[in-house]
């Protein structure tokens, strides 16, 4: 089992930025990639980026050259830098880790652009 806390969501203006973080327990060892979802009312959950564990990351058309996506193995950690809010980047996002036979989801934590 691994358990996901996500942190670092909140209420920003357009052009803001903010950095979520997830932190990971349990069987960490099983984790392979890891990643950040958002799901926007009336929306489906759609991937943000995905960073496998040694590094590589992937990141979505709609954020790329705004978001940035790290990974701290020692840590257990997967962090999501977010610079250039748009209103429509307004979402729960998720925390997501996969292991050989399962996805895990955090909480989600709610990040609001508004001005």
């Known amino acids: 089992q691994v358990q996901l806390v996500e942190s670092g969501g909140g209420l920003v203006q357009p052009g803001g930025s903010l950095r979520l973080s997830c932190a990971a327990s349990g069987s960490i060892f099983s984790i392979y990639n890891m990643a950040w979802y958002r799901q926007a009312p009336g929306k489906q959950r759609e991937l943000v980026a995905s960073?496998?564990?040694?590094?590589?990351?992937n990141i979505a058309e709609s954020v790329k050259g705004r978001f940035t996506i790290s990974r701290d193995n020692a840590k257990n950690t997967v962090d999501l830098q977010m610079s250039g809010l748009q209103v429509e980047d307004t979402a729960l996002y998720y925390c997501?880790?996969?292991?050989?036979?399962?996805?895990?989801w955090g909480q989600g934590t709610q990040v609001t652009v508004s001005s």
């Open positions: 997501n880790a996969q292991t050989a036979f399962q996805n895990y």
């Open positions: 960073i496998t564990r040694g590094g590589t990351s």
